[in-house]
């Protein structure tokens, strides 16, 4: 059974961080691509980052270019987020995805994560 389990997530002043992890099962980590997403009440799933299952390709997106770092280790079967100098408008439930190609849409992705909230106070 695959499963991506996420944690790290939590209350933060802005300009705070964090760091989320994501554990996967070993079939899906060692041959998948793994993103994550983020998602606000009322408004669609949003692409955060992503990266391809050797890690030599990574995407995000432009909000958080600069401020966020995905990262893997295929040992531990784990990817993470980490979250630098963070703005109220990064709060939000923060998914982890997983898929055989890497993309920037929510709907291509197989497997999901059940999530973990990130609240940026101002």
């Known amino acids: 059974q695959v499963q991506l389990v996420e944690s790290g997530g939590g209350l933060v002043q802005a300009g705070g961080s964090l760091r989320l992890s994501c554990a996967a099962s070993?079939?899906?980590?060692?041959?998948?691509?793994m993103a994550w997403f983020r998602q606000v009440p009322g408004k669609e799933r949003e692409f955060v980052a992503a990266?391809?299952?050797?890690?030599?390709?990574?995407d995000y997106a432009d909000p958080v270019k600069g401020r966020f770092t995905i990262s893997r280790d295929k040992a531990k079967n784990t990817v993470w987020l980490q979250m630098s100098s963070l703005k109220p408008e990064d709060t939000a439930v923060y998914y982890c995805?997983?898929?055989?190609?890497?993309?920037?849409?929510?709907?291509?992705?197989?497997?999901w994560g059940q999530g973990t909230q990130v609240t940026v106070s101002s």
């Open positions: 995805a997983a898929d055989r190609v890497l993309s920037r849409g929510a709907g291509y992705y197989e497997y």
């Open positions: 990266i391809s299952w050797t890690g030599g390709w990574i």
């Open positions: 070993e079939r899906v980590f060692s041959s998948y691509a």
